[in-house]
């Protein structure tokens, strides 16, 4: 326990900001990565027998263990004399030959607790019936970062754990051939088994563990990593870990966390961010039933963590849901947002007429819409969006014996240890807490506002105390998706080529003090077709906001490609061409746009996708009267995606979204399974967003309190979505996003050739559109 709670605490990780910190993030993690294969065996992997027999193989997946990490591993409780051992990094191979494999990074629905395990699987070639996953404890100096976001799960973890699968397999083999006095190479393994074919001999895992935990680690040059077309599990559809317990009820979220003597907590906050506690009728609110106690907590100043606000502590959520409804505060508000959605829109379209700081140039885009033959200009504008997770935030913490215990459903578990502490009034390297299944979390629960509240709390109350958020509060206090202004120029020649491209995006920033847009607010000019183009301008001014922003599924991305591949369909209309010739013709020869840069996009694979989308949609085939196609492609968290929407509109605006085509290339898929259920979510959350979902804020206070004005798309009205891979050697990556972002283009390219109406505002109900 004392390794555990000081290992957790050791540093404070700083949720990264932007899109390039997110991507300096990922950078980082791979040139980790990449220095495993130099790690030596105390370094990377700790072997050890277990005391009822069998071996436990500690394999390191984060960053560079300290010496203490890589000694503590069988000494701190890892192994017991029931065959089980203590949460680490590891495989372990019991008895009776069943293997458990430990799930690091937080399960938020994007499927990688099954995943991650099943590469290990694969590479120790054992049959996924023999697995057990069982999910990993926080600890930083064993397991390195713990944190779900930016589709980095798969891409990061990818070689590490095919490296422990195979070294734990070549131990289990160099055994095998030990005890029969045969070479190595003349030995193969099969579904848990090492088998000498020569001989006609073999033996389960299990019974040469003892023998092979004293063998020397092999080299990791001396690897040998299964190819492909060797994978038995790999690319199957295999069905989540926690499925059973999903269908059944079983406690796996946050909200589900019980503890004996448990009381329940709301906390109350201010409608305008910023408004501090002037003065609050607690007295009154603690004579109401189930009522344990109130107060007033002056928080830290820091909006993602703890602001301003009442707690009040009840014997149940419904006795804190009703005193949080007879609270009455009074609120300071001199300092409180006095944001305004509609004052924004009108001076957007004023600053994006003029110039703004350029963040990208080259050739000379003034001199080629001077000289182009057509010339297009447009406005985009799309709304803040709420994450609207279905599990309201929540939370469950405890201080006792001097620590904070805290069980969290949270994306960044290791964000703020040392500031945790000091709100819950307990010594810094006193807090232990625990992952729980997150229900639904798209970049909500990158924050940790719900986290800090009940650690506050729980520093007042002689009791664990869960913290529970209502409808109304997520939705008056989320971190939004930001909104924002494109006002794009466009030119083409004579052959219908884009020769210029100039985009003034006006967006945000924190407050007007910092030179940098929100959270997911800026644009690089790296988008596709940005680096393809001669001449291209991208310019950027930025708005003062303090209603807060945070990430939100495919941050910025989803809104560029919207923006970006819609107007890049306007300049295809105006030059008479096909939208698939023209992408195709805008992509050229197959290349790395990075200077053989892996994580740039490759115009080949980019080239694949769109093609095949286009075939399976039956692209330029008769299509039922009233029905119509569109197409877009995008490139983001390393995937290569093109999507086809077909769609139908009646006299009444009515869309029905037929059915959506979608081709991606993300490498080698994991779990089938799983790739597929993440495809259709972001079509479906896609659509869903775009239909009728907007934020709007008047006075600093947000309009909308709950789905009645902020809809959910409904089953009736989920497309038909077509799913194709396409597989290579390429090393896998995340798909928990970039599926997401060229729906909307694609939809609107759709309505636009059943309509010939250009859709340049969302959501659709803006333009009078419904489903």
């Known amino acids: 326990m004392k390794s555990h709670l000081e290992s957790a605490v050791d540093d404070d990780v700083r949720l990264p900001r932007t899109v390039a910190e997110l991507e300096r993030a990922f950078l980082a993690e791979h040139a980790r990565r990449a220095d495993a294969p130099r790690l030596d065996r105390r370094g990377f992997l700790k072997l050890s027998g277990l005391a009822g027999g069998g071996l436990v193989l500690a394999f390191w997946l984060g960053a560079r263990p300290s010496a203490r990490a890589a000694d503590s591993y069988p000494e701190s409780g890892d192994t017991d004399t029931s065959g089980g051992f203590a949460p680490n990094a590891y495989v372990q191979i019991r008895p009776d030959g069943r293997v458990v494999i430990m ?99 073999s033996l389960p895992y299990a019974e040469l563990t003892t023998l092979a935990a004293t063998l020397p680690v092999p080299a990791a040059d001396t690897l040998k990593l299964k190819d492909r077309s060797a994978y038995r599990l790999l690319g199957k559809r295999i069905t989540g870990v926690d499925n059973p317990a999903l269908v059944t009820g079983g406690e796996l979220f946050g909200i589900d966390v019980t503890l004996p003597g ?137 201080v006792h014996d001097g620590m904070l215990e805290v069980w969290a459903p949270t994306q960044t578990p290791q964000i703020g240890p040392a500031d945790l502490a000091r709100v819950a009034g307990v ?56 909104g924002g202004f494109h006002h794009f120029k466009g030119g083409i020649d004579a052959a219908g080529k884009v020769v210029a491209w100039q985009d003034h995006l006006v967006t945000f920033t924190e407050g007007g003090e910092k030179p940098r847009p929100v959270r997911g607010g800026g644009e690089s000019g790296t988008e596709f077709p940005c680096p393809l183009l001669p001449n291209l301008k991208v310019m950027q001014s930025m708005l003062p906001l303090v209603v807060p922003c945070g990430w939100w599924r495919a941050p910025g991305s989803c809104s560029l490609a919207w923006a970006i591949q819609s107007f890049l369909h306007e300049l295809a209309d105006a030059s008479g061409r096909d939208h698939v010739e023209f992408l195709l013709d805008l992509l050229g020869e197959p290349r790395w746009l990075g200077e053989q840069n892996p994580r740039s996009l490759h115009t080949g694979r980019a080239a694949a996708v769109i093609k095949l989308a286009a075939e399976k949609a039956g692209w330029g085939k008769p299509l039922p009267a009233g029905h119509g196609l569109g197409i877009a492609f995008y490139f983001c968290h390393l995937g290569h995606f093109a999507e086809v929407a077909e769609v139908s509109v009646d006299a009444n605006k009515k869309v029905k979204l037929h059915r959506v085509v979608v081709a991606g290339d993300v490498g080698v898929i994991l779990n089938r399974s799983g790739a597929e259920n993440q495809v259709e979510g972001s079509v479906i959350d896609g659509w869903s967003t775009m239909v009728g979902q907007e934020i709007t804020f008047a006075g600093g206070r947000i309009a909308q309190t709950n789905f009645h004005d902020y809809p959910l798309l409904r089953m009736p009205d989920h497309p038909k979505v077509e799913t194709h891979f396409i597989e290579s050697d390429y090393p896998p990556t995340g798909l928990g996003e970039p599926a997401l972002p060229p729906l909307a283009p694609a939809v609107c390219n759709a309505i636009r050739a059943v309509t010939g109406e250009r859709i340049r505002v969302l959501p659709l109900t803006r333009a009078g559109y419904s489903v």
């Open 427 to 482: 010594d810094s390297g006193k807090v232990l807490l625990h992952q729980r299944r997150i229900g639904g979390g798209f970049g909500r629960r990158l924050m940790n506002d719900y986290v800090f509240e009940v650690a506050a709390v729980a520093g007042r109350v002689a009791a664990p105390v869960k913290l529970t958020w209502m409808r109304e509060d997520d939705m008056a206090h989320d971190f939004f998706k930001v």
């Open 103 to 201: 799930a690091k990074n937080p399960e938020i629905g994007q499927g990688v607790k099954t995943s991650l395990p099943m590469i290990i699987a694969e590479e120790l070639d054992v049959p996924w019936e023999q697995v057990i996953v069982e999910q990993a404890p926080i600890d930083r100096e064993r397991f390195g970062t713990q944190f779900a976001g930016g589709s980095m799960s798969v891409p990061t973890n990818w070689d590490p754990l095919r490296r422990a699968g195979a070294t734990a397999r070549a131990m289990l083999v160099a055994a095998a051939a030990q005890r029969w006095n045969v070479a190595p190479d003349s030995c193969r393994t099969d579904a848990g088994r090492v088998l000498h074919d020569a001989s006609n001999r």
């Open 262 to 398: 448990m009381l329940h907590a709301v906390y109350v906050k201010c409608p305008a961010t910023g408004g501090k506690v002037r003065s609050a009728d607690l007295e009154a609110v603690k004579r109401l039933p189930g009522v344990k106690d109130a107060f007033v907590v002056e928080g830290n100043g820091r909006v993602d963590q703890l602001v301003s606000g009442v707690a009040i502590v009840a014997t149940s959520t419904w006795s804190a849901f009703q005193a949080q409804r007879q609270l009455r505060v009074e609120w300071d508000e001199s300092s409180a947002s006095k944001d305004d959605w509609s004052d924004f829109v009108q001076r957007s379209e004023e600053i994006g007429r003029g110039s703004g700081d350029v963040v990208r140039e080259t050739g000379d885009v003034a001199t080629a819409l001077a000289g182009a033959t057509k010339t297009l200009e447009a406005r985009y504008v799309y709304p803040f969006v709420s994450h609207a997770n279905l599990e309201p935030q929540n939370c469950t913490a405890w």
